[in-house]
C-alpha cells in the first residue's frame, strides 16, 4: 500500500474548529502517518534530516492547513525553505522527490462565492495557490486537484461531519 504522509500545519489548533475534527477523522487511518509540524516544532527549529527521511518514506504528500493571508502559516514557510534543498529536492541533481503527488487540504474563512471576480477575494483559492503548486511541479512531484473546505466559521453539525467523511473517503480510496 502506498504510504501517506499529512503535513499538518496549525499554529491554534486548542482553537481550532475544522481542523481539530479533520484530524480526528483521519490521524489514525492505516498507512497514513500524521505528522503535527507545530507539535513537533514549536520553536521553529526543523529537523531537516528526519523531514526528508519522512519525505522518503511516503509517495502520497499532503499538505493540510488553514488559509492565512491567502496563503500557508508561516512553519508551513519555513517548512519548505529548509526542507526542500537544492540538489535534494530540485535543481539538476535533486530528484529523490520525482513521481510522489502532493495534495493542499486547507480551510477558508472566507466562502466559496468570495473567492470569484465578484467577490471580496476576487481570485479563486486556486490563484492563491500556485506557489504551492509550482513549488510540487518544480520537485518533480505531481500537484493534484486542492481540497478545499470553504466558509470554516459556519463549518458545524452535519456539514462539518461530511468534510471528515469526504476527507476519509478520499485518503481510504486514492
Ligand atoms: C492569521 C489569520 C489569517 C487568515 N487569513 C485568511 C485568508 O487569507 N483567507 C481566508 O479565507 N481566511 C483566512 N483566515 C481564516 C482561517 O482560514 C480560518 O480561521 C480557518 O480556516 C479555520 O479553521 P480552524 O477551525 O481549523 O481554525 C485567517 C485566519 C487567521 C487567524
Known amino acids: 500500500m502506498e504510504k501517506t504522509l499529512i503535513l499538518f500545519t496549525h499554529p491554534a489548533l486548542e ?9 480526528e477523522g483521519v490521524e ?10 507545530y507539535e513537533e516544532y514549536p520553536d521553529f527549529y526543523i529537523d531537516v534530516q ?8 511516503h509517495s502520497k ?7 492565512y493571508w491567502y496563503s500557508v502559516p508561516a512553519l508551513m514557510k519555513e517548512w519548505i525553505d529548509v526542507v526542500l ?3 535534494w529536492a530540485y535543481g539538476s541533481d535533486g530528484t ?10 486547507i480551510s477558508t474563512g ?10 471580496h477575494n476576487y481570485y479563486p483559492v486556486e490563484e492563491f495557490l500556485r506557489p504551492l503548486e509550482r513549488t510540487a ?23 462539518l461531519s461530511s468534510a471528515v467523511d469526504r476527507y476519509r473517503k478520499y485518503l481510504q480510496t486514492s
Open 85 to 87: 534543498q537544492h540538489g
Open 61 to 67: 504528500i499532503i499538505w493540510q492547513h488553514p488559509l
Open 137 to 159: 511541479v518544480l520537485c518533480r512531484m505531481e500537484y493534484l486537484e486542492p481540497m478545499i473546505f470553504y466558509g470554516a466559521f459556519q463549518l458545524d453539525g452535519d456539514a
Open 50 to 57: 528526519r523531514e526528508q527521511a519522512l519525505l522518503l518514506e
Open 96 to 105: 529523490v522527490l520525482e513521481g510522489k503527488t502532493v495534495k493542499s487540504v
Open 15 to 23: 482553537k481550532s474548529k475544522v481542523h481539530r475534527a479533520l484530524k
Open 110 to 119: 472566507g466562502s466559496e462565492k468570495a473567492y470569484c471576480p465578484q467577490g
Open 28 to 37: 489514525n487511518l492505516e498507512g497514513v502517518t500524521f505528522h503535527d509540524l
